[in-house]
């Protein structure tokens, strides 16, 4: 929000402080500052002149010659001004003098008469229409007040004005305004706050004559507050009142409505002002909106409305959407007569959401959504019934109407300065704890400090160090080691497993790709997952951004194929990628999902099932995941049936791996073909030994002998490869698979598949009989286990 500093020295002294000095104390102590400026820094050499004679100009129709009154001469000037009188004063830039946007002013002749200055409209002094009253649509401004010829225009015209930005956070709303800045400006200068409590004011008679109040919906409001003025006159406001909210950003309109939004930037309150005569039956109910109900705003807009949505009706039809904007039926005009003030307190959730559904979002609707005190309402009607009268716009009624159903603030927290102190980690005065809250206007109540009701923030011991440390400075709070039991910093076993599998699928040649963990519905259809599949029972999102990110994935698959589609579509002619990401799995409703994290890798160019494989067996051996275990799978409907295998590790199945099917490609508009493997961390985590042992170098040499079979051809070559380790144990120090033949001098529906077996004892050279019997032991069970005969 914006201030002016004239604004907020109207209720403490801060005639004294500079701009910067003052936005650096108060950002340290806690109001943010975000900038200030000075409203006429671009001006300079600009003053008050008093026009003392007007004549025509000898050569132009359009043109006059004035001789003009500026303090300390008597200059000669020549405009085209239409509305300049003899007697009038204007500002005058006079030679050498500096206007807003750069422009430099010297004199000069004008159709061959010389001018020494020139007069100044409102635009080319910065300033709006409605910024002073003395200000004309096509000419200069023409000062109202008594003002000696030789004043500073920026003087006259309240430009020499510092304004402050304030950056605001949504837990102080009473922040938000200007008596809250002040009080925070007076506890950090050390200076008396100056608040005048509203005078009552108001005639004999009571508003509840004029009018009545009905709030149906207490939670939604839980307060509400009307009183009456009665032979209003709608005209300008003095100029004290349009120069405050100039510096607020705000631009004056009339003296009714200016009072309104002056009470919104004095106290942070909104307020609204209906014309009484509109309002049928002279009643104002508070209530939800129906379904279908309709109004038309004070932008000429048009809204529909519904039940989630509060009102504020007449006895027939709505006049205003509460807390937002105010209704075209009833709104103040010229010849109003009697009007109603409106000061209330709404609920800032149930507004903000009306505001997001209407697409309206005002000034007022910013200030309920952060909660306001409901216990201000009465003081602020009654300031704006007191400018009212100030003013001289209107006659007030006396009495207020007050429907109050506020919760009552029964909030009372343990002051201990010791915990404070130890909390802060310094040691601060009792007497300058209380001191300082107390001039926060908390009150005590032996050991209890009770907040005041404007500071809902307040709410625990911690609340209370902080307000104490704030003004205390942070500054001088010492700095300390940090205390406690010290714990070495470092990964964690689950984290240094993720950085090697990362780093093992790097070095492997792939790339790391991150993508979101909600995807479309339609992934599924895409990936070919049955209707039946388990992994179409997802978590949907309840305000998701679109269809196509409104469930949690339960597969990597989908996410992986979207990046190999859109590497390829980028004509990249090759992708080796991985990701390491989160699935998610539904348990009831009032349980968070499962969360299961998954390795995926995926690839396509000059690859095959292989090579896949390999980068499976790889990053294994680099993270010590031994006994993988591939067996063929047919039933996974995202992969090729003939070119697919389960992975299982330990006797726990690990994922899946092989070429993507056919079909899915496709769906995928992919025109080649892509392998995709996805495997479990978790199983991968419980089952990697990351421990390096030492082993000596052989002492004895090896001894290589080969082996062919014919087995089944269904009969996997894992099987064949668990008989011949279960036979040759710690002797067997490499086992290949060099041979797998199928064809001429082979049964039908059988295969010949060849092992080399590296064998090696440490113990000393095996002797050609321990071989032999070895590998006929290796026949035997061969044929036992598996029905397969030496070739």
């Not at 000062?143 to 605001?168: Q, R």
């Not at 009484?276 to 939800?288: F, P, Q, T």
């Not at 799978?633 to 590790?649: E, L, M, Q, W, Y």
């Amino acid at each position: 929000m914006k201030a002016s500093m004239t604004f907020i020295n109207d209720y403490v002294n801060i005639k004294d402080i500079d701009p910067k000095t003052f936005s650096d104390e108060m950002t340290m102590s806690g109001t943010k500052v975000e900038g200030y400026e000075n409203l006429g820094a671009e001006i300079n050499n600009v003053v008050v002149g008093k026009i003392l004679s007007v004549e025509k100009h000898p050569d132009a129709d359009k043109l006059v010659v004035c001789m003009v009154d500026v303090g300390n001469e008597t200059i000669q000037i020549v405009t085209g001004a239409p509305n300049v009188f003899e007697g009038a004063l204007v500002p005058v830039a006079l030679h050498k003098s500096n206007l807003p946007g750069g422009v430099k002013i010297t004199k000069g002749k004008l159709r061959g008469v010389e001018s020494c200055g020139m007069f100044c409209s409102h635009e080319e002094l910065g300033m709006n229409l409605s910024d002073y009253e003395g200000a004309c649509e096509d000419g200069v401004i023409i000062f109202k007040e008594d003002i000696a010829p030789g004043t500073d225009v920026k003087e006259a015209l309240s430009l020499d004005e510092n304004i402050i930005e304030f950056e605001i956070t949504p837990n102080r709303a009473d922040c938000y305004s200007v008596l809250g800045i002040a009080r925070e400006a007076a506890v950090t200068f050390g200076r008396p706050f100056n608040l005048k409590k509203p005078k009552t004011t108001g005639n004999s008679e009571k508003a509840s004559d004029y009018a009545s109040i009905e709030v149906e919906d207490t939670v939604l409001c839980p307060r509400y507050a009307a009183r009456i003025v009665k032979n209003v006159k709608i005209g300008p406001s003095p100029k004290w009142l349009r120069d405050r909210l100039k510096g607020c950003g705000i631009r004056s309109i009339n003296n009714v409505v200016d009072i309104t939004n002056f009470l919104l930037v004095e106290y942070g309150q909104p307020m609204h002002a209906f014309d009484l005569s509109y309002l049928e039956d002279s009643k104002i109910v508070v209530r939800r909106a129906k379904d279908g109900e309709k109004i038309t705003t004070l932008d000429g807009i048009e809204r529909n409305l519904d039940s989630s949505m509060l009102v504020i009706a007449d006895s027939k039809k709505p006049v205003a959407v509460a807390g937002v904007m105010g209704g075209e039926n009833s709104e103040i005009k010229e010849d109003t007569k009697t009007l109603l003030f409106e000061c209330a307190n709404f609920d800032g959730a149930s507004v903000r959401v009306t505001a997001k559904k209407l697409g309206l979002r005002t000034e007022a609707s910013a200030h309920y959504e952060k909660g306001l005190d409901p216990y201000m309402i009465e003081d602020a009607v009654n300031r704006a019934c007191e400018l009212i009268e100030e003013l001289g716009a209107g006659e007030v009624v006396g009495g207020i109407i007050d429907v109050n159903n506020a919760p009552a603030d029964n909030r009372k927290i343990t002051f201990n300065p010791a915990e404070i102190n130890a909390f802060l980690g310094c040691e601060i005065d009792k007497e300058f704890m209380v001191k300082t809250l107390t001039d926060l206007e908390f009150k005590f109540d032996g050991d209890k400090v009770i907040p005041p009701t404007y500071r809902a923030d307040v709410e625990a011991m911690a609340d209370l160090a902080e307000e104490v440390a704030r003004f205390y400075g942070y500054n001088n709070i010492p700095t300390t080691l940090l205390r406690g039991e010290s714990k070495p910093g470092g990964r964690n076993a689950k984290q240094l497993a993720k950085a090697k599998i990362k780093n093992a699928l790097v070095a492997l040649g792939m790339y790391e790709i991150n993508t979101y963990s909600f995807i479309s519905p339609k992934m599924f259809d895409l990936i070919r997952l049955p209707e039946t599949d388990e992994k179409r029972n997802v978590v949907k999102i309840l305000n998701p951004l679109g269809e196509e990110n409104s469930v949690m994935r339960t597969t990597l698959i989908g996410s992986m194929m979207d990046i190999l589609t859109n590497n390829k579509n980028h004509r990249n002619a090759d992708a080796k990628l991985f990701e390491m990401g989160n699935i998610y799995i539904p348990t009831t409703p009032d349980e968070l999902p499962i969360e299961k994290e998954k390795v995926a890798i995926g690839m396509y160019g000059n690859v095959d099932f292989y090579d896949i494989k390999g980068a499976v067996d790889d990053l294994a051996d680099v993270i010590g995941l031994s006994g993988l275990r591939y067996e063929a799978a047919v039933d996974n409907p995202s992969f090729h049936p003939g070119r697919c295998a389960k992975i299982t590790v330990g006797g726990e199945m690990l994922g899946f791996i092989g070429e993507i099917h056919p079909e899915v490609a496709k769906n995928y508009g992919f025109t080649e073909r892509a392998y995709v493997a996805e495997l479990d961390f978790e199983t991968i985590l419980a089952n990697m030994n990351s421990e390096k042992t030492y082993k000596e170098m052989p002492k004895f040499p090896a001894v290589t002998r080969d082996i062919a079979v014919i087995m089944d051809e269904k009969t996997p070559v894992a099987d064949m490869e668990d008989v011949i380790k279960g036979v040759c144990k710690n002797l067997l120090e490499e086992l290949t698979l060099f041979d797998v033949y199928k064809g001429n001098q082979i049964e039908e529906g059988k295969k010949s598949v060849a092992y080399s077996l590296t064998l090696r004892s440490s113990e000393g050279t095996l002797a050609d009989e321990q071989i032999t019997a070895m590998m006929d032991k290796i026949v035997k069970m061969l044929g036992e286990k598996l029905g397969a005969t030496l070739r």
